[in-house]
């Protein structure tokens, strides 16, 4: 099985349970008969995350990829924050890091893993190590993994390695728009994508078992809209440099079906995009946070007893998984949920 089982998968969802039912049948009765693969379950023993901000659960406060101090409390993630309640229900000032998880945290707990900056397994000693890093670009990848040897030795095949990034090379070639023309910041961000690609590439081959996941649609997002009232087009620039620069990743990745699970972020939130409704989202145009960036951005708390409610850090409307981005260029909490669980699946279903 290779990249297409991401076909078979979105087709499968689709279908009545009876079909599924059947279709699974049908599949295991072609492996029984040699027609098809007996696959094992894989069963990680360390998870090591890679990528930019979307990855990232702050010990404290945080330093990007730049250098600059990013103020930041204990457990805080570029999505909505969630606070510790007390046992009335009141709110209390530091953060509940388990609750609203990121997309990674759900890989996390499949296998029963925690981190160190959020550990929800008491006296267990957390076998996950975030190295992902706010800013980082495709090429801090290569510096991420060379600073994590240390750490880790080296990759092994019971090793499930995670890597999201790649905003930040979209924006930073946007940027240079239109000094720079159409063309050549679309060139720019595939090659970027086949960078990645070519990196990730290394790492299986080192020994890891890579989950990867695509770029959501920059075309999408408030930062694009806003950037559309500059001129029409600028979104639609956003969009077809996302989608360049992930057919480029694809087209690079060792296709083997083996090494690398693809997690497709991109048409996840897609879908939320073109059907807003369908998915309960009040907004998938504008940011939920009033603050400037969603590290400093809280959930409201709802009333229990005689304890009120809080409003938290949210615009008029939001709650935490109502919109679907967090700030002007990071998803938030529902967006995280579906691209966890479908990295989830990956992990699970493809035969590492």
Request: aromatic share 6%; proline share 5%.
């Amino acid at each position: 099985m290779k990249f297409a089982i991401d076909k078979l998968d979105r087709s499968g969802r689709g279908l009545p349970c009876a079909l599924r039912a059947a279709a699974g049948a049908l599949l295991l009765t072609l492996a029984a008969c040699g027609g098809g693969e007996r696959v094992s379950s894989f069963a990680p023993q360390r998870l090591l995350v890679f990528g930019d901000e979307a990855s990232v659960i702050a010990g404290g406060n945080l330093t990007d990829v730049d250098g600059n101090v990013i103020a930041a409390e204990p457990g805080a993630k570029y999505s909505v924050n969630a606070r510790k309640l007390d046992a009335t229900g009141a709110p209390l000032t530091t953060l509940d890091c388990n609750v609203l998880p990121i997309w990674v945290q759900p890989v996390a707990n499949r296998f029963g893993f925690g981190f160190a900056e959020c550990n929800p397994y008491v006296g267990t000693p957390p076998r996950g190590m975030i190295f992902a890093q706010v800013g980082a670009r495709v090429a801090n990848i290569a510096t991420q993994v060379a600073s994590a040897l240390p750490t880790i030795g080296a990759f092994s095949n019971t090793d499930l390695v995670t890597v999201m990034v790649g905003q930040r090379d979209i924006l930073e070639a946007y940027a240079q728009y239109p000094a720079q023309s159409a063309a050549a910041v679309v060139a720019s961000v595939e090659a970027a994508g086949e960078r990645l690609g070519n990196q990730i590439n290394s790492i299986a081959q080192a020994g890891g078992r890579v989950l990867v996941a695509t770029v959501p649609n920059q075309g999408g997002t408030p930062f694009a809209a806003a950037q559309n009232l500059i001129s029409a087009e600028r979104s639609a620039l956003l969009q077809r440099m996302t989608e360049r620069y992930n057919a480029s990743l694809r087209a690079t990745l060792i296709n083997d079906g083996r090494l690398i699970g693809l997690v497709q972020a991109d048409e996840q939130l897609q879908f939320g995009l073109s059907n807003p409704s369908a998915f309960g989202y009040v907004s998938v145009s504008a940011a939920a946070c009033t603050t400037p960036t969603a590290i400093n951005c809280v959930a409201p708390t709802v009333a229990v007893g005689t304890v009120p409610a809080t409003p938290g850090t949210l615009v008029t409307g939001a709650t935490a998984g109502n919109y679907l981005w967090a700030d002007d260029r990071h998803f938030g909490v529902d967006a995280h949920a579906r691209i966890g669980n479908l990295a989830v699946t990956r992990a699970s279903r493809n035969p590492f």
